[in-house]
């Protein structure tokens, strides 16, 4: 015949047993979820590098054959629009993903990754401001006034232009590497 003893030690090992199996579930669904994001995070990390990547790399590009045109005096009216109807459309296309570009590195990069974005970002508006020297000669181009941009007004505008497209492509690079890791 079982005692008093006998049935309080059964029901205190149910009640041990369940409570320890109620810690399990509540502790294995804060492990599960933080699992599920570590996956997510991974699946969409790629993803996410390479749509940034490839707006840099574009920038960078169109940048840089706006550069060389204006060096060599390519400044006709067709020329001026087959480099800076690109260069238009990817700075603005930069710009407008700045904040969006922003918040992702900083939740998939960290903080490091951000600075370097920032400072890449510093150094593109620094690339435009360069570039908008070039409007005056451009502008005389556009409107007929003139076949191509004056070679002497535009000569000391390509060093400043130059630095600044230096700095950002060294920027660009070094975006490109943070989200490399």
């Known amino acids: 015949m079982p005692t008093f003893w006998d049935g309080a030690k059964e ?22 979820s933080s699992i599920k994001e570590k996956i997510n995070i991974a699946d969409k990390k790629p993803a996410v590098q390479e749509k940034i990547a490839k707006e840099i790399s574009s920038l960078i590009y169109d ?81 007929g006034e003139r076949k191509r941009a004056d070679p002497d007004k535009m000569k000391p505008l390509i060093p400043p232009a130059l630095a600044a497209f230096e700095k950002a492509r060294t920027s660009a690079v070094e975006l490109a590497t943070a989200l490399g890791k």
């Open 11 to 32: 029901k205190v090992n149910t009640v041990l047993i369940t409570g320890f199996i109620g810690l399990l579930t509540v502790f294995s669904d804060n492990i599960v």
């Open 63 to 143: 940048a840089e054959m706006v550069l060389d045109y204006a060096t060599q005096n390519l400044t006709k009216k067709n020329e001026l629009h087959l480099v800076n109807d690109p260069f238009n459309l990817s700075i603005e296309l930069v710009r407008k993903n700045e904040l969006v570009n922003q918040a992702l590195i900083e939740r998939y990069w960290g903080t490091t990754a951000r600075k370097s974005f920032v400072t890449f970002h510093q150094d593109i508006r620094s690339l435009e401001k360069a570039y908008h020297s070039f409007n005056e000669q451009y502008s005389a181009v556009e409107s």
